[in-house]
C-alpha cells in the first residue's frame, strides 16, 4: 500500500540541529522527497534522493535512507527562523503512472 | 525559467458559479499535476496528465473538470461546487510522468472559497 507518516510536531533551538524523521510502506518507491512549505505558501522542493542512494548532502542539508527499515531523515545543520515552515515528505511510485504520495507534514517550530 | 504559475491566487465563488483554475510552465515538461490541500492536510492528488491526456483521475467529483490545452497549460474548470471543496489547489509539473520522476516543481497554489 502507499502510506507516508511523519510525526505533526518539532521544536528546537535556533543554532540546534533539527532532524525530521519519516517511514514509508511502498517498495517500488523510486525518488523520495522533502518539501517545505511556509504559511499560505506553495510547496518548495528542498532536496531528493534516489531509492538506491543512503545518503545525499546539500549545504545545511543531509538526508538519510535506511531503505530496509523504509525509513528517511532530513536533518538541518544551525536551525535559523527561516526554517520555520511544515516539511512534507514524499515519495514517487513507479507504478502504471508516477504518483507523489506526501507525508502529513511536520511543523518546525523555532525558539531562541 | 523553473516556475509553475497559477492564476488566481485567491477565489471566491458561489455553489452556482463556474470558474476556472489556470497554471501555466515554460520547462518543456510533459506531466502535470492537481493537488487538493486542506488545512493542515498534505496535498492529495486529483489529477495527472501526460502528454496533454489525462493518465490519473483519483475518483475526483464531475463537478471539477481538468484541461491540458496545450503542453505548457493545465487549467481546473469549477462548477457546482460545495463548502467543503474550499482548499488550496496546487499545480505541479514534472518532466515526464511514467519514467523516473527526479523533480515536481509546484505552484504556489490557489486558494479556493466557496460560499
Known amino acids: 500500500g502507499e502510506d507516508v507518516e511523519q510525526s505533526l510536531f518539532l521544536s528546537v533551538r535556533e543554532g540546534d540541529s533539527s532532524v525530521i524523521n519519516c517511514t514509508y510502506t511502498?517498495?517500488?518507491?523510486?525518488?523520495l522527497y522533502w518539501y517545505k512549505q511556509e504559511p499560505g505558501a506553495g510547496l518548495q522542493l528542498l532536496t531528493y534522493?534516489?531509492?538506491?542512494?543512503d545518503m545525499k548532502q546539500d549545504q545545511r542539508l543531509t538526508v538519510l535512507l535506511n531503505k530496509k527499515d523504509k525509513h528517511l531523515s532530513l536533518r538541518i545543520a544551525d536551525t535559523q527562523t527561516g526554517d520555520s515552515a511544515i516539511y512534507f515528505c514524499?515519495?514517487?511510485?513507479?507504478?502504471?503512472?508516477?504518483?507523489?504520495?506526501f507525508g502529513s507534514g511536520t511543523r518546525l517550530s523555532i525558539r531562541p | 525559467d523553473t516556475e509553475v504559475t497559477q492564476t488566481p491566487k485567491h477565489l471566491v465563488m458561489g455553489m452556482t458559479n463556474k470558474k476556472s483554475l489556470k497554471c501555466e510552465q515554460h520547462?518543456?515538461?510533459?506531466?502535470m499535476y492537481w493537488y487538493k490541500q486542506k488545512a493542515k492536510k498534505p496535498p492529495e492528488l486529483m489529477f495527472v496528465?501526460?502528454?496533454?491526456?489525462?493518465?490519473i483521475n483519483e475518483s475526483v467529483p464531475s463537478r471539477f473538470s481538468p484541461e491540458c490545452p496545450n503542453s505548457s497549460l493545465l487549467n481546473l474548470h469549477l462548477h457546482a461546487l460545495q463548502p467543503e471543496d474550499s482548499a488550496l489547489y496546487l499545480c505541479?509539473?514534472?518532466?515526464?510522468?511514467?519514467?523516473?520522476?527526479?523533480?515536481?516543481?509546484f505552484g504556489q497554489g490557489t486558494r479556493l472559497t466557496v460560499v
Open positions: 505541479a509539473s514534472s518532466p515526464h510522468e511514467t519514467d523516473v520522476n527526479t523533480e515536481a516543481f
Open positions: 511502498d517498495s517500488s518507491s523510486t525518488y
Open positions: 534522493i534516489f531509492s538506491n542512494m
Open positions: 514524499a515519495e514517487s511510485i513507479r507504478s502504471s503512472a508516477s504518483k507523489i504520495i
Open positions: 520547462m518543456g515538461h510533459r506531466a
Open positions: 496528465y501526460s502528454y496533454e491526456k489525462l493518465s
